[in-house]
């Protein structure tokens, strides 16, 4: 089998949907597959003329017809879309298919084909990220590309220093705290408050920064698991740069939920999910490291990079889900057609509904950005004054139980336990108007 034949996506011709225009997608068809890869078409809405993405947030007709490409499960709402994403039909469609392919070829195609679909599959998330294929490469989760960043990091000594803050995510904390553990350095804890704006966030880890002047490496999260905080990263980045502070961004909840590229970060080292907003199957993530940027991180162990060139040493995934990264140009294609910034905004706008209500309710505390470059389409919130796991777990139950809205309970910031809200595409503004009804009642 020709590596050709086995990714549909070459022979695709895609543009994002821009105001006005139609956006016809070639997608393989499952009773054609078998017999020869053969292709069908669907077409997504078009976006009425003159229409910035701001303005189409709020178009429900146009949301509809994208939540038609999507299978939502009946009988609750659903407000929990922080941990996976969803692959939209299409994309769904084309795993199978590859799933099948693989099951059907096995090693031949592994062993013949494998290794240029996955140079060319990279390539395709690397354009998406704006950065070249060498600075690129495929790991099955963030996770997998942060702890080798951190546990590879070769660069520290006597009486340094590494920080992280109560807003990343808690296994990152932890590998951090192993870090200074293991290699005898001291860990600083910076402490956000719940709510914040960019520059009081700048602020903070400035005062950090200057505080610890020892400071060799920081963690710093682009979106919070916790409550969808954004922070200022590249201005962080630069404040750290000028320090010689070694900056791992963990960009895991913020691609695809927010409309960038890493060169807008400006940070060498980063770790993505193609699994939450960009919409593949389970089990795909990527490690970026600018070019140049090796050297401080050692191969992983037993891969061997004496010039420092190749990134593909840093990780060592060994047996992959094929089919999940033969299905990535699908994931993406579907993820850009519908547009980046039409995403992002409609995300936005959902959060908006239910947090300008609960502004007005003196019982609930909302958590997260003050300004909009601070906040996402996810957030946070908990009763007044009830910060504790056993709260959040009594009104993550109450949510779900007498409201039928399921939300997740999360733990980690230093001001105590919340429920994090995170809707995705396509879910309705009437479904988030359910979550407002529900939190009026809680009194
Ligand atoms: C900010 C952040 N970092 C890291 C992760 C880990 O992602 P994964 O489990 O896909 O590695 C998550 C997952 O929710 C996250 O939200």
Not at 149 to 155: A, F, S
Not at 203 to 226: C, G, R, W
């Amino acid at each position: 089998m020709s590596s050709e034949l086995t990714n549909f996506n070459r022979r695709k011709m895609l543009k994002t949907l821009t105001a006005g225009a139609a956006l016809t997608l070639a997608v393989p068809s499952l009773s054609q597959a078998k017999s020869g890869s053969k292709t069908s078409t669907i077409e997504l809405p078009r976006i009425p003329l003159r229409t910035t993405p701001e303005m189409l947030a709020s178009n429900e007709a146009f949301w509809v017809k994208i939540a038609k490409f999507y299978d939502k499960a009946k009988g609750i709402v659903n407000l929990e879309h922080g941990y996976w994403g969803k692959m939209a039909r299409p994309v769904q469609d084309t795993f199978i298919e590859k799933t099948e392919m693989v099951n059907t070829q096995l090693s031949y195609y592994a062993r013949k084909n494998y290794k240029m679909d996955d140079k060319l599959n990279t390539k395709k998330v690397a354009e998406a990220l704006g950065v070249t294929v060498e600075e690129v490469v495929l790991t099955r989760n963030a996770t997998e590309a942060v702890h080798n960043l951190i546990r590879q990091y070769k660069d520290l000594g006597a009486n340094q220093t590494v920080l992280y803050s109560d807003i990343d995510y808690p296994s990152f904390k932890e590998t951090m705290k192993w870090l200074a553990e293991s290699r005898k350095v001291k860990p600083v804890h910076v402490i956000l408050p719940p709510q914040a704006n960019q520059q009081q966030i700048l602020d903070l880890y400035i005062e950090a920064f200057d505080k610890n002047p020892n400071l060799k490496l920081m963690l710093l999260t682009h979106v919070s698991n916790q409550h969808g905080l954004t922070l200022p990263v590249a201005k962080i980045s630069e404040a750290a740069k000028q320090r010689g502070i070694d900056v791992i961004c963990d960009c895991a909840q913020s691609w695809g939920l927010l409309d960038f590229k890493i060169t807008d970060l400006n940070v060498d080292w980063a770790a993505f999910n193609l699994h939450k907003w960009i919409g593949s199957p389970v089990g795909v993530g990527a490690l970026y490291m600018k070019k140049g940027s090796l050297e401080k991180v050692l191969p992983y162990p037993g891969e061997s990079d004496p010039g420092n060139t190749k990134i593909s040493t840093r990780v060592h995934t060994a047996t992959v889900n094929f089919a999940a990264i033969l299905t990535l140009p699908a994931a993406i294609d579907f993820h850009q057609a519908i547009g980046g910034a039409n995403k992002e905004a409609r995300l936005r706008y959902l959060r908006s509904l239910w947090v300008s209500e609960a502004e007005k309710m003196p019982h609930i505390e909302v958590l997260g950005g003050l300004d909009k470059e601070s906040s996402t389409g996810m957030g946070a919130f908990r009763l007044a004054g009830k910060t504790t796991l056993k709260d959040a777990k009594n009104l993550q139950q109450r949510l779900e139980k007498e409201f039928g809205v399921f939300t997740v309970v999360r733990v980690g910031l230093a001001s105590g336990s919340c429920i994090r809200i995170t809707p995705q595409v396509f879910v309705s503004s009437d479904e988030v108007g359910k979550l407002v009804a529900a939190m009026k009642k809680l009194v």
